[in-house]
């Protein structure tokens, strides 16, 4: 079990790879939605490598697939059509991370740094996607949405 410490020093690290995930993805503003599906999917196609490396089994195996079909939905879902897909991916994720890896059945094989670590990483990059997207909303429809000062 980690110390009040260690828990915030990995959330801390988490929130910088969350920060650095968002500059690179926002730096390539061509290809930002496809880095962050990218991230997102890596981020579950891990479980599967920690599920495998602990010799968990094929059922885990297969868990974690459904792990990375569900996530990569939603990344696929956020490339193609509304990047919201991206925010509820980014955003739900570390129900999987916490709920099943770090007080869950999957804390026998997934390192609880990575799980803790996910919380902040992802609620981070989905923060930040949710604010850019209302934000150009925002911008984009303010005047067509009857704001006239009144």
């Known amino acids: 079990m980690y110390s009040s410490t260690e828990i915030a020093l990995i959330l801390l690290n988490g929130a910088v790879g969350g920060a650095l995930t968002v500059l690179a993805a926002y730096v390539v503003?061509?290809?930002?939605?496809?880095?962050?599906?990218?991230?997102?999917?890596?981020?579950?196609?891990?479980?599967?490598?920690?599920?495998?490396r602990a010799g968990a089994g094929s059922a885990w195996?297969?868990?974690?697939?459904?792990?990375?079909?569900?996530?990569?939905?939603?990344?696929?879902?956020?490339?193609?059509?509304?990047?919201?897909?991206?925010?509820?991916?980014?955003a739900l994720h570390p129900a999987w991370?916490?709920?099943?890896?770090?007080?869950?059945?999957?804390?026998?094989?997934?390192?609880?740094?990575?799980?803790l670590a996910c919380l902040s990483w992802d609620w981070l990059v989905a923060g930040y996607m949710a604010y850019r997207i209302a934000r150009e909303a925002r911008v984009t429809l303010g005047p067509a949405l009857g704001r006239s000062g009144a």
Request: proline residues 4%; glycine residues 10%; hydrophobic residues 60%.
């Open 97 to 115: 991370d916490i709920a099943l890896h770090y007080v869950g059945p999957g804390h026998a094989f997934a390192p609880a740094s990575y799980s």
């Open 61 to 90: 195996i297969a868990a974690e697939v459904l792990g990375v079909l569900l996530y990569g939905g939603m990344a696929i879902a956020g490339v193609r059509g509304s990047p919201w897909w991206l925010v509820a991916g980014w």
């Open 29 to 52: 503003r061509r290809f930002t939605r496809q880095i962050l599906a990218a991230v997102l999917v890596l981020a579950a196609v891990f479980y599967i490598a920690f599920a495998a």
